[in-house]
Structures are given as C-alpha cells and as structure tokens.
C-alpha cells in the first residue's frame, strides 16, 4: 500500500507534523499529523473518499476562533478549506460564498455593496463555515436569521440543505451532531440600506469591542454561553474570577467570559480555569455554565 502522505500529495496541498496551536485563535493545541488544503469540490471529494477508504479520522477546521485543542498530538488529517474555498459573488441582496471565506472579509464586502445583515460579523476572526457550524452571532443577531441553504457534502455527495433542516439555536446547529458532514458553503439574503450607514455601525462596534474585550491577547472570544436570565461574565465576576489564572491562562478583567492566553498557556491549564468556574458558579448559583467552545482532541478522561 502507498505511503498516505503520497496519497494525499496526488489530490492536493499537504502539510506535515504542523502545530494546531497555529491554527486556532487561542494558540494552544499539539501537533497535527497531516494538514490538506483541497482546491475544488472534486479534491475535497478525493481527500474524503481516500480517508473513508484507509478508515483514517480528519477534523475540518477554519480559523480556530471557537476551538480549544489538547496538548496532545493528532495522527488524523485536518482538512482547511480557508486557502482556497474563500470566493463569494453578490446577486441583488444574495451572496452566495464558499466555507472558507472569513466572515470579517465577507461583512465588508457585503457593506460596500450596500447590504445589511453582517454587520455582526464584522469583528468575528472565522470562516463562513465555521460560522454556520456554531450558528455564530452577535448583538442578538445570528447566522439563522440571513442563510438561506448550506451547501453540505454529505453521505459521498455535494448537495444543498434548506435552512430549516439546519436545526439552528443558541450557538448550535444540526452539523455540530455530524462530524462526517462537510460544509462547503451557503447562500445568504442580505437588505439593501445605505452603505455609510453600514460603515458607521460597523465601526462603532469595532470601538466597542476595543474598549470591552482583551482584544491583544490570543482567545477563542466568548468562552461560556449566557444562562438564561443572566450573564456569564455576571456569574465569573460574582465568585471572584475576574484575573485568576492557571499558568497563562488568564480570565480577563477586561471582560471576565473573556478566557485569554497571556503567552504559553496549555491547553490543561486552560481547561482546568474553565472547570473550576463551572463548579464555583454552580455552587454559588445552581446555574450550569454550557462552553461556547467546541474541544478537539480530547481523551474520556480529560
């Protein structure tokens, strides 16, 4: 049988023994064994079917934003689509953009066509497929409210899904339960509005953020989701979090559901902090703190 590496070499960029800390927003995580970067459908396709065939796991990962990686090392194949899945095209108040794209791009984009509805997304460091993935929102606005369709691949073949099969809620969508599934895209409905109002409220919420959030230290944003009827910072600031650390992570007192990595934290150190404010605010509060976080690569035991 061929050497994997040489497999994956005929279909696409592969990369080897890369750093996951390099590809998430938090820079944390051990090293991956492969990472691919696929050109068009019919690569992305040929990776997958290779795997399924060699029985070998694979993660798709986008910017990292809303990731928290072990410390341990992974022997699968990470799959980036932000290389080269990364086109949108405007028709009237449509846009129909592949995974890859950045939603930061993608919200100025849409501005300078004069359309409204990511304004949101403007200060949000991921892709559109990452987005989808976690139904990302901001300023009680969300992925549900503009997509249309996602363009899934899915049971070996590309095809697209109607919003309402996409069981989007707070932070959640149907494609967090299929980890097989692959999103490759979506089509969005945006409203026409003046461009420089567009402007204007994107950047007001650019100042916003820089006064509120750690924006100068590695995090993956928000780290828990709010209970209902209360804030989670709320919660962090009432059993006294605000500036504990483990190591280098560092809760902010900036903007305590703000989880920061002051240089090199590991992921244990962080996911210890995230723990000890999950048992303290249930004790304090009998409220149950959900992580916003997806983790990746972690054992039962951890």
């Not at 028709?91 to 409204?116: F, H, P, R």
């Amino acid at each position: 049988m061929r050497e994997l590496i040489d497999e994956l070499n005929d279909i696409c960029e592969t990369e080897v023994n890369m750093p996951l800390s390099s590809m998430t927003t938090l820079r944390i995580g051990g090293y991956a064994k492969y990472v691919v970067y696929p050109n068009s459908d019919i690569a992305l396709d040929g990776v997958l079917r290779l795997l399924k065939l060699r029985n070998i796991p694979f993660k798709m990962i986008g910017k990292g934003s809303d990731l928290l990686c072990s410390d341990d090392d992974y022997y699968g194949v990470i799959i980036r689509l932000d290389r080269h899945f990364n086109k949108a095209y405007f028709t009237d108040d449509m846009v129909t953009v592949q995974a890859g794209c950045s939603t930061i791009a993608l919200a100025y984009q849409a501005m300078k066509n004069g359309l409204s509805g990511l304004e949101w997304a403007s200060g949000i460091p991921g892709t559109i497929g990452g987005a989808i993935f976690m139904n990302a929102g901001a300023y009680k606005s969300s992925m549900a409210d503009i997509v249309e369709e996602v363009f899934v691949y899915r049971n070996g073949k590309l095809e697209w899904m109607p919003v309402e099969e996409c069981d989007f809620s707070y932070r959640t969508s149907i494609f967090q339960k299929h980890s097989d599934w692959i999103i490759a895209g979506c089509r969005m409905r945006l409203k026409d509005e003046d461009p420089n109002k567009i402007e204007q409220l994107m950047e007001d919420r650019k100042q916003r953020r820089l006064s509120s959030q750690p924006l100068e230290f590695p995090s993956c944003g928000s780290v828990f989701r709010n209970p209902e009827g209360k804030n989670a910072w709320e919660c962090i600031d009432g059993i006294g979090y605000r500036g504990k650390s483990i190591g280098d992570a560092y809760v902010s007192d900036k903007h305590c559901n703000f989880i920061v990595n002051k240089g090199h934290a590991t992921a244990k150190d962080y996911i210890t902090l995230v723990r000890e404010i999950q048992q303290k605010v249930k004790e304090k509060y009998d409220i149950t703190l959900e992580t916003e976080m997806e983790l990746f690569n972690w054992c039962e035991k951890d």
